[in-house]
């Protein structure tokens, strides 16, 4: 006797055939002779049967399907390979599953290049660090060997505890700025923006540099009404100014200038530093703001190469923003932007 293939039958077409039976045997209970109802109630039985069954095997493969599939998709994910049984538009149990598999993943990805990255900037700023701190302690062993080992006269004494002093100056001023800028890569210092007067935040900016540029006869000018108020931290904002304007003193040759002129736009006040120094050549405005960036004629020069990186950090910090213009030989002009 041969077996019908009943798996063959979808659950859907079965509930049809038994609905149907139902409803004509509801409709015509009165008219069909009994022997025809007792024949269609055991048929309807069995469909119903046979609808739960079939029912039952295709949830028992669906189930499996999906178990299959997300299965698949956490061993192409742990293999980095591309998921061949996501389907992102098919309106499935499976695929809403994939694809909040997907997202995790992705996320666990950008975490980890977030980690890689972090890593490699802890090792660069270890070895600039280093590189920065090894000159002034050779130098102080050097000139304490010296004084130790040699009967030197009061006057070379004196020069070399003079070197040394400088030296010690350079480590203090390399950790001050080292720590000023662990706290703004950490965002450990608050800015505290408040409205308040421009003249008197660049006054005290000029003030921290008043000293270098008297001793180099550099000219000071400033423009800026008194009246002009703006939405910012004083005491970081000087900071920023004075980075920039000590870098300006500081490329400047004896006997030249350093203006600071200051220019209310509609959404921006801006500030022009302008000096009549060495200049930066155009293919090098993006390093100057580099941590530890000292190229060419300024690697001879003091300084340790974080000013400019602290005063753009601030200045971002604020809604604002540095940008350059200059030319080799021909003097550097800081552009400072406050968000009104």
């Known amino acids: 006797m041969r077996r019908l293939g009943l798996k063959c039958i979808p659950a859907n077409v079965l509930l049809s055939i038994t609905a149907l039976l139902l409803i004509f045997a509801g409709v015509l209970w009165d008219y069909l002779p009994y022997f025809v109802i007792q024949m269609m109630l055991p048929v309807s039985g069995a469909l119903v049967l046979l609808l739960t069954v079939q029912w039952s095997r ?8 999906f178990a299959n599939d997300i299965c698949e998709t956490v ?22 599953v994939q694809g909040k598999l997907l997202q995790y993943y992705d996320l666990m990805q950008e975490g980890q290049r977030q980690s890689e990255q972090d890593k490699q900037t802890i090792q660069e700023l270890v070895s600039d660090i280093s590189h920065q701190v090894k000159t002034p302690v050779a130098n102080i062993r050097m000139f304490t060997g010296i004084l130790q080992e040699h009967s030197l006269s009061c006057e070379k004494q004196a020069e070399f505890l003079a070197t040394m002093a400088a030296q010690v100056d350079k480590l203090d001023f390399l950790m001050q700025s080292l720590i ?11 800015i505290h923006m408040e409205e308040g007067s421009l003249y008197n935040t660049i006054a005290e900016a000029v003030n921290s540099v008043w000293a270098k540029a008297d001793q180099k006869h550099i000219r000071m000018e400033v423009e800026c009404d008194s009246q002009i108020r703006v939405k910012h931290d004083a005491k970081w904002t000087s900071e920023a100014l004075g980075n920039i ?13 350093v203006c600071v002129r200051v220019r209310p736009w509609h959404f921006y006040t801006r500030i022009d530093i302008e000096d009549t120094g060495i200049g930066i050549a155009k293919e090098h405005y993006h390093d100057v703001f580099r941590r530890f960036y000292r190229g060419g004629e300024k690697a001879s020069s003091e300084g340790v190469g974080l000013g400019l990186y602290l005063a753009r950090g601030i200045i971002m910090r604020q809604m604002g923003y540095i940008s350059v213009k200059s030319e080799a030989g021909k003097g550097t002009v800081f552009s400072v932007f406050l968000l009104n």
């Open 58 to 65: 295709s949830q028992r493969q669906q189930e499996a399907e």
């Open 75 to 96: 061993d192409a994910l742990m293999d980095g390979r591309e998921t061949k049984c996501f389907q992102p538009y098919e309106d499935s149990e499976a695929s809403k």
């Open 180 to 190: 000023k800028m662990s706290r703004l890569e950490t965002g450990t210092f608050a």
């Open 245 to 257: 304007l000590d870098n300006a003193v500081k490329y400047t040759p004896e006997g030249g200038s």
